[in-house]
C-alpha cells in the first residue's frame, strides 16, 4: 500500500513563502499524474497543481505565478514551493498520486487520484 507523507505547512505572513514536500513510500504507483490539492473548511477539495511524468506542469489560475510544483523520482518525492502568500491560500494541503487516467482537462478532479496524503496545514496571515 502507498503511503504519501506531507511536511512543511506552517504559520507565515502574507508575502511569506512555504516549500511543501510529499514522501512516498509502500509500494508502486502510477507518475502519470501527481498533484497538489487544498482543502478549506465547507469547501470542495481544490486542485492546486499536478505534474506529469514527462514533466509537464499544470496549475489552476489563482497559483499561476506564485506555486511551482516539481518532483524528485530518485527520492520519490513531490514538492510544492509556494511564494508571494495570500490569506486566500491559508487551506489544507494534500498531495495525490497515482493518477494515470487523468488528462490535462482533469487533472484538478479528486477521483482521478488513487493514493493522499493526511494534509499539511498552510495558515497565511494578513
Known amino acids: 500500500q502507498v503511503q504519501l507523507v506531507e511536511s512543511g505547512g506552517g504559520s507565515v505572513q502574507a508575502g511569506g513563502s512555504l516549500r511543501l514536500s510529499c514522501a512516498a513510500s509502500g509500494g508502486t504507483y502510477s507518475r502519470v499524474y501527481m498533484g497538489w490539492f487544498r482543502q478549506v473548511p465547507g469547501k470542495a477539495r481544490e486542485g492546486v497543481a499536478a505534474?506529469?511524468?514527462?514533466?509537464?506542469?499544470s496549475y489552476t489560475d489563482s497559483v499561476k505565478g506564485r506555486f511551482t510544483i516539481s518532483q524528485d523520482n530518485a527520492k520519490n518525492t513531490l514538492y510544492l514551493q509556494m511564494n508571494s502568500l495570500k490569506p486566500e491560500d491559508t487551506a489544507m494541503y494534500y498531495c495525490a498520486a497515482d493518477g494515470r487516467r487523468a488528462s490535462c482537462g482533469t487533472w484538478w478532479m479528486n477521483f482521478e487520484y488513487i493514493y493522499w496524503g493526511q494534509g499539511t496545514q498552510v495558515t497565511v496571515s494578513s
Open positions: 505534474i506529469k511524468r514527462d514533466g509537464t506542469t
